[in-house]
Nanobody
């Protein structure tokens, strides 16, 4: 059974850093577009960052440009999100998602597989 498992979330002070990981299993995700989404309490799930299968193309939400970096290691079937200069407004559950399409889509409805999420809390 194909699944995505996130890890690396936690509590950090404003200005700090976290590195999220998303480990894929059950099938090869090396040809999938992968993305990270966030969801804060009472809000809709929002696109954070995406990367195509070859890592030749990345896309970021305006709110995280210059602070977050998405990357992937297809040999390890793992996607990462390096989060620097964290702000309290970054607090949310972060989800990893996979899409069989070849381009990054910011619409969560486009994604076929989802992880269970990892909590990121940034204190002021």
């Amino acid at each position: 059974q194909a699944q995505l498992v996130e890890s690396g979330g936690g509590l950090v002070q404003a200005g700090g850093s976290l590195r999220l990981s998303c480990a894929a299993s059950g099938r090869a995700f090396s040809r999938d577009t992968m993305a990270w989404f966030s969801q804060a309490p009472g809000k809709e799930r929002e696109f954070v960052a995406g990367i195509n299968w070859s890592a030749s193309s990345t896309f970021y939400a305006d709110s995280v440009k210059g602070r977050f970096t998405i990357s992937r290691d297809n040999r390890k079937n793992t996607v990462y999100l390096q989060m620097n200069s964290l702000k309290p407004e970054d607090t949310a559950v972060y989800y990893c998602a996979a899409d069989r399409a070849t381009i990054v889509d910011t619409n969560p409805a486009a994604y076929d597989y989802w992880g269970q999420g990892t909590q990121v809390t940034v204190s002021s």
